[in-house]
């Protein structure tokens, strides 16, 4: 059944996936692109992200423009319309959503609505032969994901996945770190990041229907600093739930903990929170500690290296730049930085997460 925003095989190994060439069938940019060489971005959710990070980082961006919206809010169509000139025929609801196919102004469907609603809309703007960019997390479980994989596979549409740290020079320099072993073997990393959820609240981040929770949320965060700070894939995975405050929050997780075995003796300790402000990546390697602190904000970003010594770069807009490396894949006819794949992969660990917390003990990825 389709869910409205008010309401609302094959198994893979991690192993497998890392080893696997990541390949699309990708629709063909021969004709002339819709206005001024740029790709055409309809944004589906118009809530805070939206709203105030990428609407405005469309303005900034070179390869494509906010030619689209989707709303259920019939208030916040003219409020856009008006603010960055779309034209009328360019905003949908969930309802006639699929009328999307016939729009030659949209390009690309960026879907930026709650967890439990990444599927649907994936699978529906791949139908209308759309290209897709999904929000992190690609979904509730892996076997969704693996769903969301087909279908643009079978539409010949590509699919990428909102990972916008992948597309920055402090990620991308800690990745390096761990790709030419500059301070030696990376024995342990530690990772954290959180924030302090508002209480009261009725936000859907804390409901279960809605795939909410401090792992959900930030939690994919700390797991991809993981991945990318080693290089490697993990092969066994231990984690906790703790909930310092059920009267407020009950339905999810408040904080998750949670510890990742890699080869060569490699191992990650990981917390995420919706109980306090946390934000760092700490990597330890043969000749010294290095990092990020903070690592995932949306700007702000710094450096650590071994000795007290620091590390800049000039920072972009996030959104923006991210948009952008993902529309010059489009048109190069190539895989983004973070396909479908990338995403599958971190929901693969995440399940395993939820099954170890639920029956206890340790979960063997591999």
Not at 60 to 66: A, K, P, V, W
Not at 303 to 311: A, E, H
Not at 323 to 335: F, P, T
Request: neutral net charge.
């Amino acid at each position: 059944m389709k869910q409205s925003r008010r309401t609302f095989i094959k198994n893979i190994s991690v192993a497998g996936l890392a080893a696997s060439t990541v390949s699309f069938p990708f629709i063909s940019y021969g004709r002339s692109l819709t206005k001024q060489g740029k790709l055409g971005i309809a944004l589906v959710g118009l809530g805070y992200y939206s709203t105030d990070l990428l609407a405005p980082g469309l303005q900034q961006t070179e390869n494509c423009y906010l030619a689209g919206i989707v709303t259920g809010t019939p208030e916040k169509e003219k409020i856009w319309a008006e603010k960055y000139d779309i034209h009328k025929k360019n905003i949908y609801n969930y309802q006639n959503f699929d009328e999307i196919a016939d729009n030659k102004d949209i390009d690309i469907v960026y879907v930026v609505l709650p967890n439990s609603m990444h599927k649907e809309y994936v699978i529906r703007a791949a139908k209308a032969g759309k290209q897709v960019i999904c929000e992190k997390p690609m979904a509730l479980n892996a076997g969704e994901c693996r769903e969301m994989i087909d279908a643009c596979k079978n539409a010949g549409v590509s699919l990428s996945i909102g990972y916008r740290l992948r597309y920055e020079p402090y990620t991308q320099q800690i990745e390096k770190f761990a790709r030419e072993q500059t301070y030696g073997k990376i024995r342990f990393v530690n990772a954290a990041d959180g924030f302090y959820m508002g209480r009261p609240t009725n936000h859907w981040k804390i409901k279960a229907a809605y795939g909410g929770g401090a792992m959900m949320d930030m939690g994919v965060y700390a797991l991809q600093a993981a991945r990318y700070s080693t290089g490697l894939e993990p092969t066994a995975v231990s984690a906790q739930q703790i909930n310092l405050d059920p009267e407020h929050i009950s339905e999810v997780d408040e904080t998750t903990t949670f510890q990742l075995e890699f080869p060569n003796n490699t191992f990650a300790n990981c917390m995420t929170t919706f109980a306090g402000s946390v934000n760092y990546l700490r990597v330890n390697a043969q000749k010294g500690e290095y990092g990020l602190e903070p690592f995932q904000a949306y700007n702000g970003l710094h450096g650590k290296l071994p000795g007290g010594k620091t590390f800049d770069f000039t920072e972009k807009h996030q959104q923006a730049h991210q948009m952008d490396e993902m529309c010059r894949a489009i048109m190069d006819g190539r895989s983004s930085l973070t396909p479908g794949e990338e995403g599958l992969r971190d929901m693969i660990i995440v399940d395993a997460i939820k099954e170890s917390i639920r029956k206890g003990g340790k979960k063997i990825l591999l």
